[in-house]
């Protein structure tokens, strides 16, 4: 069974930075893509970050170039979204995705509140 989870959303204030993580099972992690999304309550679903399976290469959203960095660690079939500098319009539900035997799957998410 594909599993992916999400963990270490948080309340952070304007300029701050959080790391979230996305730990996944049921499915070879190292041959497939992981994304992260995002969306709130003033925005729609939105590509955070993608990265190709051997994490030689991301893309990234216009909106988070230089502030956030994605990873992954093929080992523990896990991946990262470190974000810095991080803005109210960065609130969101972050969640991470993936495509496996032709279907998408997602975590539950994890939620980021940029307030002072």
């Known amino acids: 069974q594909v599993y992916l989870t999400e963990s270490g959303g948080a309340d952070v204030q304007p300029g701050g930075s959080l790391i979230l993580s996305c730990v996944t099972r049921?499915?070879?992690?190292?041959?497939?893509?992981i994304s992260w999304y995002r969306h709130g309550p003033d925005m729609d679903r939105e590509l955070v970050a993608s990265l190709n399976p051997d994490g030689t290469h991301t893309t990234y959203g216009d909106s988070v170039k230089g502030r956030f960095t994605a990873a992954r660690d093929n080992l523990k079939s896990t991946s990262f979204l470190v974000m810095s500098e991080l803005r109210p319009e960065d609130t969101a539900v972050y969640r991470c995705?993936?495509?496996?035997?032709?279907?998408?799957?997602w975590g539950a998410g994890a939620q980021v509140t940029v307030s002072s």
């Open positions: 995705s993936t495509r496996h035997g032709g279907f998408d799957f």
């Open positions: 049921g499915f070879s992690f190292e041959q497939l893509p």
